[in-house]
């Protein structure tokens, strides 16, 4: 597994691959003198520098000294929990050129229909626009029309990565898997936390000192995993921007004290999108919510989620303003972010 992630970076232009290199020995040396901080998430991995969820992209976010690192995990249509930001294929592959027939009738590819051996067919890009082709984030690594020899890799492919960097590095980053859509996953006849949390416990994740937190945006789900099936590791409720979830819980009312203390019960932390914790109005000025306030009261951390560059909160003046609002104003315990450098860097001044 190390000699094919070798491979794949091998592949990368070499400046990145002197970037990676370069970003590696810093990292170490910073190991020496770390001092406590809040911890940086890598999102998706290094997505803001190579095609998300690539074990390549996890590789480079570990080299960048991320505290922990994001696996989004979907089910194969044999149940191998694969990582996946969405429970379509078309987005961030070219499934719909391999596989033209294999869409829904609402014209989307979805991973569960697929074998994993089919999906590993796939060649995976930089994320794109299932209907137009467009970049979404244009000046990432590349186009969706570039050709790559980027896969999606499994969770069991992630976790051996992850833990012989740690062990040839000495740095040891933590993972943060996300249980994706349970309800879904539930009413198409499959259950990925009962597929999942094995996996994790086979692999030293399940303790409430492993280097794991365990995410979830639906509280039916988080509950069922902490108190159906017995799990024992730290788990954090993700709360969206607005409303609902497809368990028909209302996250607007998770953000009150009331919801706080209902979280508090299963869960070890909460996971808020940004405008949970802070916004700007039209001048400029800055606007702090009590939800952090009211986690910490309930003793649960806030890793909010999503420090992007190329794509500020609507009304925030710069990165600089961004990292200050969330964790010198707000007190975020952690972020997750696409650029792990720029947030360590932030840090670190």
Same mark, same amino acid.
């Given at each position: 597994?190390?000699?094919?992630?070798?491979?794949?970076?091998?592949?990368?232009?070499?400046?990145?691959?002197?970037?990676?290199?370069?970003?590696?020995?810093?990292?170490?040396?910073?190991?020496?003198?770390?001092?406590?901080?809040?911890?940086?998430?890598?999102?998706?991995?290094?997505?803001?520098?190579?095609?998300?969820?690539?074990?390549?992209?996890?590789?480079?976010?570990?080299?960048?000294?991320?505290?922990?690192?994001?696996?989004?995990?979907?089910?194969?249509?044999?149940?191998?929990?694969?990582?996946?930001?969405?429970?379509?294929?078309?987005?961030?592959?070219?499934?719909?050129?391999?596989?033209?027939?294999? +869409?829904?009738? =609402? *014209?989307?590819?979805?991973?569960?229909?697929? $074998?994993? &051996?089919? %999906? #590993?067919?796939?060649?995976?890009?930089?994320?794109?626009?299932?209907?137009?082709?467009?970049?979404?984030?244009?000046?990432?690594?590349?186009?969706?029309?570039?050709?790559?020899?980027?896969?999606?890799?499994?969770?069991?492919?992630?976790?051996?990565?992850?833990?012989?960097?740690?062990?040839?590095?000495?740095?040891?980053?933590?993972?943060?898997?996300?249980?994706?859509?349970?309800?879904?996953?539930?009413?198409?006849?499959?259950?990925?936390?009962?597929?999942?949390?094995?996996?994790?416990?086979?692999?030293?994740?399940?303790?409430?000192?492993?280097?794991?937190?365990?995410?979830?945006?639906?509280?039916?789900?988080?509950?069922?995993?902490?108190?159906?099936?017995?799990?024992?590791?730290?788990?954090?409720?993700?709360?969206?921007?607005?409303? +609902?979830?497809? =368990? *028909?819980?209302?996250?607007?009312?998770?953000? $009150?004290? &009331?919801? %706080? #203390?209902?979280?508090?019960?299963?869960?070890?932390?909460?996971?808020?999108?940004?405008?949970?914790?802070?916004?700007?109005?039209?001048?400029?000025?800055?606007?702090?919510?009590?939800?952090?306030?009211?986690?910490?009261?309930?003793?649960?951390?806030?890793?909010?989620?999503?420090?992007?560059?190329?794509?500020?909160?609507?009304?925030?003046?710069?990165?600089?303003?961004?990292?200050?609002?969330?964790?010198?104003?707000?007190?975020?315990?952690?972020?997750?972010?696409?650029?792990?450098?720029?947030?360590?860097?932030?840090?670190?001044?």
């Amino acid at each position: 597994m190390l000699m094919r992630t070798v491979n794949a970076l091998h592949r990368l232009q070499a400046g990145s691959y002197l970037l990676w290199l370069g970003a590696a020995m810093v990292c170490s040396a910073l190991a020496v003198a770390a001092e406590p901080r809040p911890l940086v998430i890598a999102h998706r991995g290094a997505s803001g520098y190579l095609p998300e969820h690539t074990l390549a992209a996890k590789a480079y976010a570990h080299a960048l000294c991320a505290d922990f690192i994001e696996q989004d995990l979907v089910l194969t249509k044999d149940d191998v929990p694969v990582v996946l930001h969405d429970i379509y294929l078309d987005t961030v592959s070219d499934v719909a050129t391999r596989f033209p027939d294999r +869409k829904r009738a =609402d *014209g989307r590819y979805y991973a569960l229909d697929f $074998t994993l &051996a089919e %999906i #590993k067919q796939l060649r995976v890009a930089e994320r794109f626009n299932a209907k137009t082709g467009a970049p979404v984030y244009a000046k990432r690594y590349a186009s969706a029309a570039s050709p790559s020899e980027f896969r999606v890799s499994t969770l069991e492919e992630e976790l051996q990565l992850i833990q012989g960097l740690n062990r040839s590095t000495g740095r040891h980053a933590g993972i943060y898997p996300e249980i994706k859509q349970p309800t879904w996953h539930r009413e198409q006849g499959r259950e990925i936390s009962k597929i999942v949390l094995p996996i994790l416990a086979r692999y030293g994740y399940a303790g409430k000192d492993a280097p794991c937190f365990l995410q979830c945006f639906e509280l039916t789900e988080v509950r069922r995993i902490r108190r159906e099936l017995g799990w024992q590791g730290r788990i954090v409720m993700l709360l969206n921007a607005r409303g +609902k979830e497809r =368990d *028909g819980v209302d996250h607007d009312r998770l953000c $009150t004290a &009331a919801g %706080i #203390k209902e979280i508090a019960e299963v869960a070890d932390g909460i996971g808020p999108a940004i405008g949970r914790v802070v916004t700007w109005t039209a001048t400029g000025e800055r606007k702090v919510s009590d939800l952090v306030k009211l986690a910490h009261e309930a003793k649960l951390v806030v890793h909010g989620y999503t420090i992007r560059l190329d794509e500020l909160p609507k009304g925030c003046p710069g990165s600089d303003e961004l990292h200050a609002a969330l964790f010198r104003g707000a007190g975020v315990d952690g972020m997750f972010s696409d650029f792990t450098d720029v947030t360590l860097a932030w840090l670190k001044k």
